[in-house]
Nanobody, 115 residues
Framework: QVQLVESGGGLVQAGGSLRLSCAASGSIFSLGVMRWYRQAPGKSRELVAT???????TYADSAKGRFTISRDNTKNAQYLQMNSLKPEDTAVYYC?????????WGQGTQVAVSS
């Protein structure tokens, strides 16, 4: 069974940086699009960034210029480098990946940004 495990969340001051990681484990034949989402308290889940298997990236307007998504296919992993963090970035961050043509989700990692 494929699992996605996130790490790297935590508490940081505004203007700081965090790097989230998400690693897929299990029997994997193909790894497609990988994404990061976030969900703030009382809000719906928001797509933050996407990276295709070819390395093409897209970002939500709120993430452009501050966040960078990347992937390492040799490790079945994706990353989200977050710089210049703001209090409004506070949320639970989830990774998602298309593994063997099926969507798989991580358990989420909390990011809290203090002002």
């Amino acid at each position: 069974q494929v699992q996605l495990v996130e790490s790297g969340g935590g508490l940081v001051q505004a203007g700081g940086s965090l790097r989230l990681s998400c690693a897929a484990s299990g029997s994997i034949f193909s790894l497609g699009v990988m994404r990061w989402y976030r969900q703030a308290p009382g809000k719906s889940r928001e797509l933050v960034a996407t990276v295709t298997s070819e390395g093409v990236t897209t970002y939500a307007d709120s993430a452009k210029g501050r966040f960078t998504i990347s992937r390492d296919n040799t490790k079945n992993a994706q990353y989200l480098q977050m710089n210049s963090l703001k209090p409004e970035d506070t949320a639970v961050y989830y990774c998602d990946a298309i593994v063997d043509h099926r969507s798989c989700w991580g358990q989420g990692t909390q990011v809290a940004v203090s002002s």
